[in-house]
T-cell receptor
Framework: AQRVTQPEKLLSVFKGAPVELKCNYS??????LFWYVQYSRQRLQLLLR??SRESIKGFTADLNKGETSFHLKKPFAQEEDSAMYYCALRTGGGTSYGKLTFGQGTILTVHP | DADVTQTPRNRITKTGKRIMLECSQT?????MYWYRQDPGLGLRLIYY???????NKGEISDGYSVSRQAQAKFSLSLESAIPNQTALYFC????????????????????FGEGSRLTVL
């Protein structure tokens, strides 16, 4: 069965410092990984997906199949990055195709 | 704007009561989901529906039931609420028609409602 683990419930950094939110997954097939974000008083929304290999709001994430990880990184954190971040795994095949399994979430706080 | 709307937004009820949470969407998506969010446990899938005639259990479906009344409506019911069902519930939708791999594939992007906070006393 698939599983997503975010080991840090809480992560605090100062503005301008680098930040890395960890995500590890367990899945025997070919995974698709995503990061979702929930800002205060806003809906949960997609931040980025590994297939796109894009940088959104300065965040990047690289899929490392050898380490089964998809860590989210930003070189210089901003106060507006404070939010709840969820890593999610989509598994393919059969009727499960298209549904996401989420990790436990990490609350990021960026201090001024 | 096309949207995902959940009602009620907040509800307090007592153990043993029947509760229905409703979700409607104007995005024209065929896939709909119900998740619950608990501190430290993240988002867990309760039920999902890939079209009106397709209903599937998620990882924590016990104690819940759903109804897909139309493409745009997906309701979650707690037949006899219990305190450990106190949580924040999210409805989400996705579109299977768009994708980077061609027609019929799913990009994986979920569009969420604002959430329904349920407290069972």
């Amino acid at each position: 069965a698939q599983r997503v683990t975010q080991p840090e419930k809480l992560l605090s950094v100062f503005k301008g410092a680098p930040v890395e939110l960890k995500c590890n997954y367990s899945y025997s097939g070919s995974p698709e990984l995503f990061w979702y974000v929930q800002y205060s008083r806003q809906r949960l929304q997609l931040l980025l997906r590994h297939i796109s290999r894009e940088s959104i709001k300065g965040f990047t994430a690289d899929l490392n199949k050898g380490e089964t990880s998809f860590h989210l990184k930003k070189p210089f954190a901003q106060e507006e990055d404070s939010a709840m971040y969820y890593c999610a795994l989509r598994t393919g095949g059969g009727t499960s195709y298209g549904k996401l399994t989420f990790g436990q979430g990490t609350i990021l706080t960026v201090h001024p | 704007d096309a949207d995902v709307t959940q009602t009620p937004r907040n509800r307090i009820t007592k153990t043993g009561k029947r509760i229905m949470l409703e979700c409607s969407q104007t995005k024209g998506h065929d896939r709909m989901y119900w998740y619950r969010q608990d501190p430290g446990l993240g988002l867990r899938l309760i039920y999902y529906s890939f079209d009106v005639k397709d209903i599937n259990k998620g990882e924590i479906s016990d104690g819940y039931s759903v109804s897909r009344q139309a493409q745009a409506k997906f309701s979650l019911s707690l037949e006899s609420a219990i305190p450990n069902q106190t949580a924040l519930y999210f409805c989400a939708t996705s579109d299977a028609r768009k994708g980077t791999s061609g027609p019929g594939t799913n990009t994986g992007e979920l569009f969420f409602g604002e959430g329904s906070r349920l407290t069972v006393l």
